[in-house]
């Protein structure tokens, strides 16, 4: 993807459209910076090694893609996302009778909040943060519950070559504290003793696209490693009001049975609740990842 920066903020120039056609998925892009409807599979099923590998290549080339219509139980759920990897466990979040690997996500007319209503990368604060994330959401409000992504990589060729050189081999500190301590009271789940705190790179190399992209979010990252606090706190500002910027994301509006699958190393998202009181419910199956590089 090439940038353009001019004096009015970033601006970029979208990825070409010149890829090789797929042959057994289609693939509609929302955007041209990120996200595609997958459309021609059914996630139920045990899936051939040609439409896998498909799958693959949107996903690396879409950072989210999108599935319709997909009646998926809680095995075929979590044996989808045992295709891409062994499944992540949530140091926190409420999970389904029986299978640790399978979080609740659910709103409803007595919830005090909703899962992920600030921009984040799920889990970053582990010290392997999970590399995919795999929502599946069966019931949906009238209106509203969308979903935001943003497309880090294209945050990261937005920014100008002084600010990438000021960014090259910081570190920022990821805590789950905050974001957690409390936060499932009221679904029945005890506090930890602690949750996972992790330093990472700012700026990360996707293990998968050989790409850098910018790794810090308003949700877990809590300051930046080596520089005093004003100035770490000054720089995050900046970092996370250019990476909000509508340019770089997509909306996902949800119908029922809905899949969406992410890529937690590279995109970044944000649920809207701006459907009480009505329920928005689901599950998320969690594919675990590699240390940030
Ligand atoms: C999450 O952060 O996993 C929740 C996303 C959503 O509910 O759309």
Same mark, same amino acid.
């Given at each position: 993807?090439?940038?353009?920066?001019?004096?009015? %903020?970033?601006?970029?120039?979208?990825?070409?459209?010149?890829?090789?056609?797929?042959?057994?998925?289609?693939?509609?892009?929302?955007? @041209?910076?990120? %996200?595609?409807?997958?459309?021609?599979?059914?996630?139920?099923?045990?899936?051939g090694n040609?439409?896998?590998?498909?799958?693959?290549?949107?996903?690396?080339?879409?950072?989210?893609?999108?599935?319709?219509?997909?009646?998926?139980?809680?095995?075929?759920?979590?044996?989808?996302?045992?295709?891409? %990897?062994?499944?992540?466990?949530?140091?926190?979040?409420?999970?389904?009778?029986?299978?640790r690997e399978l979080m609740v996500i659910r709103?409803?007319?007595?919830?005090?909040?909703?899962?992920?209503?600030?921009?984040?990368?799920?889990?970053?604060?582990?010290?392997? @943060?999970?590399?995919?994330?795999?929502?599946?959401?069966?019931?949906?409000?009238?209106?509203?519950g969308d979903t935001?992504?943003?497309?880090?990589?294209?945050?990261?060729d937005a920014l100008s070559d002084r600010m990438k050189t000021y960014l090259d081999g910081v570190t920022a500190l990821h805590d789950g504290e905050e974001v957690?301590?409390?936060?499932?009271?009221?679904?029945?789940?005890?506090d930890k003793t602690s949750y996972p705190r992790a330093e990472h790179p700012v700026v990360r190399t996707h293990p998968v696209t050989g790409k850098k992209c910018l790794y810090i979010n308003r949700g877990f990252t809590r300051r930046l490693g080596g520089?005093?606090?004003?100035?770490?706190?000054g720089v995050l500002r900046y970092l996370f009001e250019h990476m909000e910027n509508p340019l770089f994301q997509c909306r996902f509006r949800w119908s029922e049975n809905a899949v969406a699958f992410w890529d937690n190393r590279c995109?970044?998202?944000?649920?809207v609740w701006d459907y009480w009181p009505h329920t928005r419910a689901g599950h998320r199956v969690t594919v675990a990842g590699d240390r940030p590089v």
């Amino acid at each position: 993807m090439n940038t353009l920066r001019g004096n009015g %903020g970033p601006r970029i120039r979208h990825t070409s459209d010149d890829s090789a056609p797929y042959e057994t998925i289609s693939v509609d892009k929302l955007t @041209p910076i990120i %996200g595609a409807e997958i459309s021609g599979v059914d996630l139920s099923q045990p899936l051939g090694n040609a439409t896998f590998s498909e799958i693959q290549r949107a996903f690396a080339e879409n950072l989210v893609i999108f599935f319709r219509d997909q009646e998926l139980t809680a095995e075929q759920h979590l044996a989808f996302g045992r295709r891409f %990897g062994s499944l992540h466990i949530h140091p926190a979040a409420p999970h389904a009778p029986g299978h640790r690997e399978l979080m609740v996500i659910r709103a409803d007319a007595n919830s005090p909040r909703a899962n992920g209503e600030g921009w984040h990368s799920d889990v970053s604060c582990d010290a392997e @943060p999970p590399m995919g994330s795999i929502l599946h959401i069966q019931t949906c409000p009238p209106k509203g519950g969308d979903t935001l992504f943003a497309n880090m990589y294209a945050a990261y060729d937005a920014l100008s070559d002084r600010m990438k050189t000021y960014l090259d081999g910081v570190t920022a500190l990821h805590d789950g504290e905050e974001v957690y301590r409390g936060t499932y009271a009221n679904l029945g789940v005890a506090d930890k003793t602690s949750y996972p705190r992790a330093e990472h790179p700012v700026v990360r190399t996707h293990p998968v696209t050989g790409k850098k992209c910018l790794y810090i979010n308003r949700g877990f990252t809590r300051r930046l490693g080596g520089v005093p606090g004003d100035e770490s706190a000054g720089v995050l500002r900046y970092l996370f009001e250019h990476m909000e910027n509508p340019l770089f994301q997509c909306r996902f509006r949800w119908s029922e049975n809905a899949v969406a699958f992410w890529d937690n190393r590279c995109a970044q998202h944000r649920a809207v609740w701006d459907y009480w009181p009505h329920t928005r419910a689901g599950h998320r199956v969690t594919v675990a990842g590699d240390r940030p590089v």
